[in-house]
């Protein structure tokens, strides 16, 4: 029997998308407005790591090259250019100090004392552009190198076809063209002519030697004191750009000159803003623009050849496909129109499909394999070209489009591929577990997001048993908001974690973890904020770290603390009289990733650095498990303080991983892939293959939980089933799992598809003997349990058993609905029609 409390009032909201890109062999970069970068490896397009992004910035736009090595360029909405290194490659950097600032208070807090330390280091701002080192993941102090940018605030960029020029267009009216062939930092190296007016999307023409550009426009200012001996190495090329002016610009890159103007309608008093923009192979120019017309220009006679007034409002993001013969659009009307080419002489261009996908604006549009500017393949030849699409409504929408004239084959998609037909899935919220953690014994809900901490308390008296986990009885009534933090770090929220008491709070960024002990005597949190711990942390390391996980053990006197940079694992003592005390460091995990090449050359991502995302103590404490995102899972005994064995490591790293209360030294291992292990952490074997329920369901595992044992007593008779739950973002499942028989344990574990059963046949053999016929999974009669009335779900976890209610688990489940999230958004645009309701 379960007692439900279904919360809804935690207040955790994701940021909204305002940029995407994509390569061929890289994965789906997605940019939100606080700052953040999440990375999500192709097929089936998980989550693979997530750069928190520096304090008081955001991603306007993305760009990425392949070169030996990937490069992620972004812009934060200043004057600054970051660059994320990929590869974790390490350079000299430059130091710059950190200026003291006066203690921030809490306004919920009548207590006059700080809460947050006056030495705190907070994000300098300079004007230059500063190259981020991805295995530091800073602002500053630490730069790898700065370069003035000499134009202020940066509107947009773009790198050219080869992957050795940045183009960026600045606040004073100029594109600058950046070198960044070589591994080094960008160097500058050519300013264009000056122009009254902003530059806010810009396009490279595929190179074309032979091409004529058309005549010279003399709207330009003369400025030859820039033009300097580098422009005889640039390509013979042009650059497109869409001004604030209501014109296009066509630009010769050796000279940095206009060579064309295209001026486009503007209505009466206003001018009409060119949003975004594409070249493709061919020469054609399209553009988008804020009347929501779509127009195909032709780029050696700068004229127009199409105008589609396809959107009802700014058009703000487009993609090409693969072939160059399908465009899409979107913007603030929400809808993602579609545009084909048609074979004939000369060519046209037709508006063919038009969806609504999204709730509220469109901001960005990405399309995998990307355009390669020659059209030496159709679509129908690639496996179901995806389009993604993402903007204020916070998820990653993925559609597959495939011609409608493209006779796919039937055996590559199960149901309809073109884009007219296609169902679109939704990479939602949350994208992985931990933004909200349970204190069981208190019964406290820690939620954070940004570098906001907030704590609500639930009520003392259970809900309703609910066996069927039904919609019924929410247990929402009775809570309240004990405390709300807005902390100063450096870069967003990485890991934050309370103990079970309440007694505990720890909270870290990529840079510092902040440890506070909360006064609860007078029934008003009050925290204290340990000063020792950052100097605690850096003897130990030798350096100062934050932290990329952090958990407290079940009895509240450990914390362990997983760090970002170098992937260790610092166990703590913990004492609110005393210090600190480091019992150990463990360095198991491998602390550098590398990208690997795939079979035909490209470069393939792997982990950036693999950082340890997940860890877990036994109820008992006397287990700890460790899983880092190159799919390496470390168990470690906490009472002896030894590293006891590592698990076979995985094609995809682990999602969740959860001790059984009932029996603590048996680890449940959730994969993305809907895939669960169970290991024996002191047999150090694995049980039998759990039944395959969960594969055919879209959303990957984000935790397990098991219920607490009434009492605290120990562990169940090995014969008898104990529950395990199993929870995403849209479903909640419950597995009845039998203990197997010392005989039915495995060496390995068990194979993922029957491939991998038929290669692993001989390593899956039991430890003692070979598996009983008729009973091939080792477990018979598992009870299973699935439903869908939970979403968006953030977590999933057990208050600790109070006095009366032996026999009656207490289970918390906290929800984000999105009806909640869209109110807190401006409202969409919507267009009134006549005869509609």
Request: aromatic content about 6%; charged content about 20%; glycine content about 6%.
């Amino acid at each position: 029997m379960v007692a439900l409390h279904r919360c809804r009032f935690v207040d955790w909201t994701p940021s909204p998308i305002t940029a995407l890109a994509v390569l061929d062999s890289s994965p789906l970069v997605v940019g939100r407005q606080n700052g953040s970068i999440e990375l999500y490896r192709t097929s089936p397009w998980r989550l693979d790591s997530v750069l928190p992004g520096p304090a008081d910035t955001k991603v306007d736009a993305l760009a990425l090259v392949s070169q030996r090595q990937l490069r992620l360029f972004s812009l934060p909405g200043n004057e600054n250019l970051f660059e994320w290194d990929l590869q974790s490659g390490t350079v000299r950097v430059r130091t710059f100090p950190a200026p003291r600032l006066p203690p921030i208070h809490s306004p919920a807090l009548s207590s006059p004392e700080p809460l947050i330390s006056a030495s705190a280091p907070i994000s300098l701002r300079f004007s230059h552009i500063s190259i981020l080192n991805y295995q530091n993941l800073i602002l500053s102090p630490l730069c790898q190198h700065t370069i003035p940018s000499q134009g202020g605030t940066i509107w947009s960029l773009a790198p050219n076809p080869t992957g050795t020029l940045l183009a960026i267009a600045c606040q004073d009216g100029a594109i600058r063209l950046l070198d960044i062939s070589l591994a080094a930092a960008p160097v500058h190296l050519k300013r264009f002519d000056r122009v009254q007016t902003r530059f806010l999307s810009i396009a490279w023409a595929w190179p074309d030697p032979s091409a004529d550009c058309g005549p010279s426009s003399s709207d330009a200012g003369s400025d030859d004191d820039h033009h300097t001996s580098a422009s005889s190495d640039l390509p013979n090329t042009v650059l497109v750009t869409g001004c604030s002016d209501s014109c296009l610009r066509v630009w010769d890159v050796p000279t940095g000159r206009v060579v064309s103007r295209m001026a486009l309608e503007r209505p009466r008093g206003e001018r009409t803003l060119v949003w975004s923009v594409a070249v493709l192979g061919d020469g054609t120019i399209i553009s988008g623009d804020s009347l929501g017309t779509v127009k195909f220009w032709d780029i050696q006679t700068a004229t127009q050849i199409h105008s589609f007034p396809a959107h009802n409002a700014d058009v703000l993001c487009m993609a090409v496909s693969p072939s160059g013969h399908v465009v899409y659009t979107s913007g603030v009307d929400q809808r993602i129109t579609q545009f084909v080419k048609l074979a004939g002489d000369p060519p046209k261009w037709v508006q063919t499909t038009q969806r609504r996908i999204h709730s509220h604006d469109v901001r960005a549009l990405a399309i995998y394999p990307p355009y390669a500017g020659t059209a030496t393949h159709d679509d129908s030849e690639i496996y179901a070209p995806l389009l993604f699409s993402a903007g204020l409504d916070m998820s990653v929408a993925v559609m597959p489009t495939v011609p409608a004239h493209a006779e796919a084959e039937e055996t590559l998609s199960s149901g309809p591929s073109t884009f007219e037909d296609g169902l679109p899935k939704r990479i939602g919220y949350p994208i992985s577990s931990g933004n909200a953690v349970l204190a069981s014994q208190a019964r406290m809900v820690l939620s954070f997001s940004a570098r906001a901490v907030g704590i609500w308390t639930l009520p003392d008296q259970p809900a309703r048993p609910d066996d069927d986990l039904d919609d019924g009885p929410s247990g929402d009534g009775g809570w309240s908001k004990a405390l709300e933090m807005e902390l100063r770090f450096r870069t967003n929220i990485t890991a934050g974690a309370i103990s079970p008491d309440g007694r505990w709070l720890a909270i870290a960024d990529v840079w510092e973890v902040k440890l506070f002990w909360v006064d609860n005597t007078k029934g008003t949190l009050r925290p204290r904020r340990s000063r020792t711990i950052t100097q605690v942390l850096s003897t130990a390391l030798s350096s100062p770290t934050g932290a990329s996980a952090l958990t407290f053990t079940p009895d509240s006197r450990r914390l362990v603390v997983a760090t970002w940079g170098s992937a260790r694992i610092v166990l703590l003592d913990l004492d609110e009289r005393a210090r600190e005390d480091v019992v150990r460091v463990f360095d198991v995990h491998p602390e550098r990733g590398a990208g690997r090449e795939s079979d035909d050359g490209r470069h393939e991502v792997t982990s950036l650095a693999p950082r340890i995302s997940r860890v877990a103590v036994s109820s008992d404490s006397q287990w700890l498990a460790s899983a880092d995102s190159a799919g390496q899972v470390c168990i470690f005994n906490l009472d002896s303080v030894k590293h006891v064995t590592t698990l076979p490591r995985t094609s995809i790293p682990p999602s969740a991983l959860s001790f059984d209360t009932r029996a603590p030294h048996v680890l449940a291992i959730g994969y993305p892939n809907n895939k669960i292990h169970l290991f024996d952490a002191e047999a150090k074997l694995f049980y039998p293959a759990l039944p395959d329920k969960l594969e055919h369901l879209q959303d990957p595992i984000l935790g397990i939980v098991f219920p607490p044992i009434p009492g605290g007593g120990g562990g169940v008779p090995g014969g008898c089933k104990r529950k395990m739950y199993v929870w995403s973002a849209n479903w909640l499942a419950r597995f009845d799992v039998a203990a197997p028989s010392p005989s039915a344990l495995l060496e390995s574990p068990p194979p993922w598809s029957e491939s991998d059963a038929a290669e692993t046949e001989v390593g899956q053999r039991a430890a003692g003997s070979k598996r009983k016929r008729g009973n091939p999974s080792g477990q018979a009669g598992e009870a299973f349990a699935i439903v869908n009335k939970f979403r968006p779900v953030l977590l999933v976890d057990f208050c600790a058993p109070v006095d009366g209610t032996a026999g009656q688990d207490e289970m918390v489940i906290v929800e984000r609905p999105l009806v909640d999230l869209l109110a807190t958004l401006p409202p969409a645009y919507l267009k009134p029609k006549y005869g509609a309701s």
